[in-house]
């Protein structure tokens, strides 16, 4: 078992519709982490959010919105994504020491298809 | 971009064989990572070494950085069956405004252990 907790595990949607995935941690962690997954390829960041705010964006569509509502939840929305959206998205989290680098710790991903 | 770039992309021992995975990058870095994935799950972090630091144990692995040639390897002594899954070395630069670290994920290598 993870301790980061991602929901749902699996969600299929079409590419009018809008939905959420949900990214939940209780480690105490102030940095969270969205990472996009393509089958047999690395993951490759995001997002990135600091103690609750956004900061890295690493040049992604608005149909990704993230939010940061408190230091335990991370959630993306969705809306009119592409079939090339399909992916696992995976959820990190990380201890925020100065000048110090963390490990992180992922959730088990979200595999999303869009129709 | 991808910066590391790890080799062999596969690789198929027997059990009880040690498996060595190497990983090569292409700008200076402050740490580098290696993570596990099984799979449908996760990643599972394993070792982090610092770049003024030359080899780190953990259990049964071993990883070592050159960083004058800009390398890594992971080497996992005795496999098991347990440890087939994919590895990812990451490259780590801290985010300076904020918090948390940016990983950049090798292309990975996909290690397969037989009884």
């Known amino acids: 078992d993870t301790e980061v907790t991602q929901t749902p595990k699996h969600l299929v949607m079409g590419m009018t519709n809008k939905k959420s995935l949900k990214c939940e941690q209780h480690?105490?962690?102030?940095?969270m982490y969205w990472y996009k997954q393509k089958a047999k390829k690395p993951p490759e960041l995001m997002f990135v959010y600091s103690y609750e705010k956004l900061s890295i964006n690493e040049s992604v569509p608005s149909r990704f919105s993230p939010e940061c509502p408190n230091s335990s939840l991370l959630n993306l929305h969705l809306h009119a994504l592409q079939p090339e959206d399909s992916a696992l998205y995976l959820c990190?989290?990380?201890?925020?020491?100065?000048?110090?680098?963390?490990?992180?710790?992922f959730g088990d991903g979200t595999r999303l298809s869009i129709l | 971009s991808q910066q590391g770039e790890e080799d062999p992309q596969a690789l198929s021992i027997q059990e009880g064989e040690n498996a060595t995975m190497n990983c090569s990058y292409k700008?200076?870095?402050?740490?580098l990572q290696w993570y596990r994935q099984n799979s449908g799950r996760g990643l599972v972090h394993l070792i982090l070494i610092r770049s003024n630091e030359r080899e780190k144990h953990s259990g049964r692995l071993r990883v070592t950085l050159d960083t004058s040639k800009k390398s890594s390897s992971l080497l996992i002594t005795a496999s098991r069956a347990a440890d087939t899954a994919s590895y990812f070395c990451a490259t780590d630069d801290l985010i300076l405004t904020g918090g948390g670290n940016k990983l950049t994920f090798g292309t990975g290598t996909q290690l397969k252990v037989e009884l």
């Open positions: 480690m105490g962690h102030r940095a």
């Open positions: 990190a989290s990380s201890q925020v020491m100065e000048g110090s680098n963390q490990p992180q710790h």
């Open positions: 700008t200076s870095i402050n740490n």
